[in-house]
């Protein structure tokens, strides 16, 4: 049964920096394309960043550019890994953060196949 957990959220102070990771099992990591998503209370989920499955293009929303990094580690089989580094967070920010799995490139999340449970980020002004 394939899995991605999330983990790393908590509560920060704005400016501050977290790093999120997410872990996928039983999934054939490096056929994927990975991407964050969010959703803020009362908001829409909405695409953070993605990231292609060979690492060669990225994408990223135009609220995190320049502060938030996606990346990947397909060289743990069988649980590989992707991050979200997010620095100069913002309250804005506050959100549960989602990763996911999906077969094409894409800021849609109707295209992502697998999802993990999500992690909470807050941040404080």
């Known amino acids: 049964q394939v899995r991605l957990v999330e983990s790393g959220g908590g509560l920060v102070q704005a400016g501050d920096a977290l790093r999120l990771s997410c872990v996928g099992s039983e999934l054939r990591f490096g056929y994927y394309h990975m991407a964050w998503f969010r959703q803020a209370p009362e908001k829409e989920r909405e695409f953070v960043a993605g990231i292609t499955w060979n690492s060669d293009s990225t994408d990223y929303a135009d609220s995190v550019k320049g502060r938030f990094t996606i990346s990947r580690d397909n060289s743990k089989d069988p649980e590989n890994t992707v991050y979200l580094q997010m620095n100069s967070l913002k309250p804005e920010d506050t959100a549960v953060y989602y990763c996911?799995?999906?077969?094409?490139?894409?800021?849609?999340?109707?295209?992502?196949?697998?999802w993990g449970q999500g992690t909470h980020v807050a941040v404080s002004s």
């Open positions: 996911a799995a999906g077969r094409a490139r894409s800021v849609r999340q109707g295209t992502y196949q697998y």
